[in-house]
């Protein structure tokens, strides 16, 4: 359940993902079911006619977020040709392999007690992940899944 | 033809550059104001690891690294200055970005 603080931090978030130089390249919107949610169309920089539209959701905005590629004509979230192949996605399991990740933890509950690898909480979680997200797709991106 | 004198050969040897280094995880990007363009990437990294209380290799049982991006393109080369990459004006930004270990 979302704090008012946590929704507070998510509102200003939002704003300043809107003003990165970067949201000139993403159709960055809310989602309406989800108070700490939204969604996000990206490209990768060496294939700009490939559009993914990623889903963010946190429940605790301080812990690893919940990332799924949505289809775009339907919104399934278990669509795999709606996955780029990028660096830590499993498309077939839909789900990106990274401390960052709800996911990625789920899979790896020994990264909560790596000191290496947990998820240490950025000053903006929703920038962080906004472009974590557009760096893997600009540098590692290899086609869709 | 006039030459120049040693003092402003090197006024036009160190030239500067507004220096922005963005860490995600970090609100606050690194600053240098009056960064020389003829400073390389690898020192560049080598101070924004520093500023933002990083360390590459072994840490705590397992590895980092950190890369930098320009542009949106990871920059390989860290021997390159700045004054090699093309700026907007007088602003040059970067990104550095972890590579998180994947399972």
Same mark, same amino acid.
């Given at each position: 359940m979302a704090t008012e603080y946590d929704l507070m931090l998510f509102d200003q978030h939002f704003q300043a993902a809107l003003a990165l130089p970067a949201a000139q390249r993403w159709n960055l919107e809310r989602d309406q079911s989800a108070?700490? /949610?939204?969604?996000?169309?990206?490209?990768?920089?060496?294939?700009?006619?490939?559009?993914?539209?990623?889903?963010?959701?946190?429940?605790?905005?301080?812990?690893?977020?919940?990332?799924?590629?949505?289809?775009?004509?339907?919104?399934?979230?278990? *669509?795999?040709?709606?996955?780029?192949?990028? *660096? /830590?996605?499993?498309?077939?399991?839909?789900?990106?392999?990274?401390?960052?990740?709800?996911? /990625?933890?789920?899979?790896?509950?020994?990264?909560?007690?790596?000191?290496?690898?947990?998820?240490?909480?950025? *000053?903006?979680?929703?920038?962080?992940?906004?472009?974590?997200?557009?760096?893997?797709?600009?540098?590692?991106?290899? /086609?869709?899944? | 033809m006039q030459t120049l004198d040693s003092g402003e050969n090197n006024a036009h040897k160190d030239q500067t550059v507004v220096l922005h280094v963005r860490y995600a995880p970090a609100k606050a990007p690194y600053v240098n104001p009056k960064a020389s363009t003829s400073t390389t990437l690898a020192e560049v990294k080598a101070t924004a690891l520093q500023h933002f209380g990083l360390n590459e290799g072994a840490v705590d049982g397992g590895a980092k690294s950190y890369q930098l991006s320009f542009d949106d393109i990871v920059q390989s080369n860290l021997n390159i200055t700045l004054d090699s990459l093309e700026t907007h004006g007088k602003q040059l930004e970067l990104l550095l970005i972890e590579q998180f270990v994947q399972g």
């Open positions: 108070p700490l /949610g939204i969604f996000c169309t990206m490209h990768p920089r060496t294939a700009p006619a490939e559009t993914y539209k990623v889903r963010l959701r946190w429940t605790d905005y301080s812990m690893p977020f919940s990332l799924k590629f949505i289809n775009m004509e339907n919104g399934s979230e278990t *669509d795999q040709h709606a996955w780029p192949n990028i *660096d /830590g996605s499993r498309p077939p399991n839909f789900f990106i392999c990274a401390p960052y990740t709800s996911e /990625g933890n789920g899979y790896h509950p020994e990264w909560a007690l790596s000191p290496t690898n947990r998820y240490k909480t950025p *000053d903006e979680p929703l920038v962080f992940a906004l472009i974590q997200i557009q760096y893997l797709l600009d540098n590692t991106y290899q /086609g869709r899944a | -």
